[in-house]
């Protein structure tokens, strides 16, 4: 149980490009996601918090008008990446808590790369 | 603010061997704590976590990991490594007030040799 996917599992872009990620639970339902961002042998840097039918929640420094989440629907989230730059390449992985998994634990999905030419 | 520190970046140990991995927090009260492990290019894998009760949780792929309050330390444990375990190992702690964000720890990547 507690399965969280996400889609593409990596995407390749020209810059000036908005790239969509997908981030759905698969067998639970998520109340709240997370979207974080991961450079290269470092931790994870949380983005933003999303609540079902509420306004994400953004981190210091991220651009809201730049990564727009979308928390529609208690299975689904989307991330975009509008105007993509190739400061945008990284691996960017979502995160879901809810009913019916653990409402305090999150669980995470596969990441996706993203590469900005 | 709610810290976590992981003092070994990195951890070699040979295949058979046992493992240890520290894991410090910094926070006013009990948290919530989690291990996670990530191998390349993958999203982050729950191994277990700590809410209340028994100190000494067990978790997924024979790993264990034992709360110390009067130590505020969460290490992680497994007696006899696979070289399937070579990953990135993080801890992360969540307040129990609401449902809180989580806050990571740098990581420690685990190596296994032969």
């Known amino acids: 149980g507690a399965v969280v996917s996400q889609h593409p599992s990596r995407v390749i872009c020209k810059s000036g490009t908005s790239v969509k990620i997908e981030c759905r639970s698969l067998d639970f339902q998520a109340t709240t996601m997370f979207w974080y961002r991961q450079f290269p042998k470092q931790s994870l840097m949380l983005m933003a918090t999303?609540?079902?039918?509420?306004?994400?929640?953004?981190e210091q420094g991220v651009e809201k008008d730049k990564f727009l989440i979308n928390h529609a629907s208690l299975t689904l989230s989307t991330l975009t990446v509008t105007s993509a730059h190739p400061e945008d390449s990284s691996f960017y992985i979502c995160?879901?808590?809810?009913?019916?998994?653990?409402?305090?634990?999150?669980?995470f999905g596969p990441g996706t790369r993203l590469l900005v030419l | 603010a709610q810290s976590v520190t992981q003092p070994d970046i990195h951890i070699t140990v040979s295949e058979g061997a046992s493992l240890e991995l520290r894991c410090n927090y910094s926070?006013?009260?009990?948290?919530?704590l989690f291990w996670y492990v990530q191998s390349p290019g993958q999203g982050l894998q729950l191994l277990l976590k700590y809410f209340s009760g028994d100190t000494l949780v067990q978790g997924i792929k024979g790993f264990e990991a034992e709360f110390k309050r009067s130590q505020s330390s969460f290490n992680l444990r497994k007696p006899s490594v696979h070289w399937s375990d070579a990953a990135e190992y993080f801890c992360a702690v969540g307040a129990r007030s609401g449902y809180s964000t989580l806050t990571f720890g740098k990581g420690t990547m685990l190596l296994v040799s032969p």
């Open positions: 999303s609540n079902e039918g509420s306004k994400a929640t953004y």
């Open positions: 995160s879901a808590r809810g009913r019916g998994a653990g409402e305090e634990t999150q669980y």
């Open positions: 926070y006013g009260a009990t948290p919530y």
